[in-house]
T-cell receptor, first 119, second 114 residues
Framework: DSGVTQTPKHLITATGQRVTLRCSPR?????VYWYQQSLDQGLQFLIQ???????AKGNILERFSAQQFPDLHSELNLSSLELGDSALYFCASSGEGTTFRGASTDTQYFGPGTRLTVL | AQTVTQSQPEMSVQEAETVTLSCTYD???????LFWYKQPPSRQMILVIRQEAYKQQNATENRFSVNFQKAAKSFSLKISDSQLGDAAMYFC???????????FGKGTRLSVIA
């Protein structure tokens, strides 16, 4: 158990719909990352939040958005869903870790993922 | 941008034998971090081992060890005394030092034969 929780575990919905995926990071972790793993694909980075602020964006579609709340949990919102959005969505969190030359050495720990199926 | 390449889509190993999974990466940075994650059929992403680029000593975690060749930009994973539970997808990942996202390779599917 990594300490990162994600809900729901499975989600089945129809095209055009909107869903919200939830992530609770490990206790004390300030950074949350969202990744998408499509069938036969590697993991693609979507977006990162650090202590409530957006830190980095990856290959995230405009139909997707996210936020991190004051209690540090994060939500990923997917709207106008298409068949191609079917995937496993992972949340990962990391803490401050120790630093070397001013850079953080934290490791990302992954939640169990949410499997989204769009029919 | 950094890239990570895993050239072996699939590999197999006999139980109790040793297997090495390959990973190469491309970066212009001197400080960075490398990871191997395991994804079993449950699809959970499990950290196997990590390596800091500034450390010359190769990381080890029980039966798992790495061969880190910084000049060659190579980071292979060796699994000794392979067990049936080692069967999984293995991903190599790169991260820059400043709390940035991971960049993953496409993975190597490892089968363990009893």
């Amino acid at each position: 158990d990594s300490g990162v929780t994600q809900t729901p575990k499975h989600l089945i919905t129809a095209t055009g719909q909107r869903v919200t995926l939830r992530c609770s990071p490990r206790s004390g972790d300030l950074s949350v990352y969202w990744y998408q793993q499509s069938l036969d694909q590697g993991l693609q980075f979507l977006i990162q939040y650090y202590n409530g602020e957006e830190r980095a964006k990856g290959n995230i579609l405009e139909r997707f958005s996210a936020q991190q709340f004051p209690d540090l949990h994060s939500e990923l919102n997917l709207s106008s869903l298409e068949l191609g959005d079917s995937a496993l969505y992972f949340c990962a969190s990391s803490g401050e870790g120790t630093t070397f030359r001013g850079a953080s050495t934290d490791t990302q720990y992954f939640g169990p993922g949410t499997r989204l199926t769009v029919l | 941008a950094q890239t990570v390449t895993q050239s072996q889509p699939e590999m197999s190993v006999q139980e109790a034998e040793t297997v090495t999974l390959s990973c190469t990466y491309d970066t212009s940075e001197s400080d960075y971090y490398l990871f191997w994650y395991k994804q079993p059929p449950s699809r959970q992403m499990i950290l196997v081992i990590r390596q800091e680029a500034y450390k010359q000593q190769n990381a080890t975690e029980n039966r798992f060890s790495v061969n880190f060749q910084k000049a060659a930009k190579s980071f292979s994973l060796k699994i000794s005394d392979s067990q049936l539970g080692d069967a999984a997808m293995y991903f190599c990942a790169y991260r820059s030092p400043t709390r940035t996202p991971l960049v993953f390779g496409k993975g190597t599917r490892l089968s363990v034969i009893a």
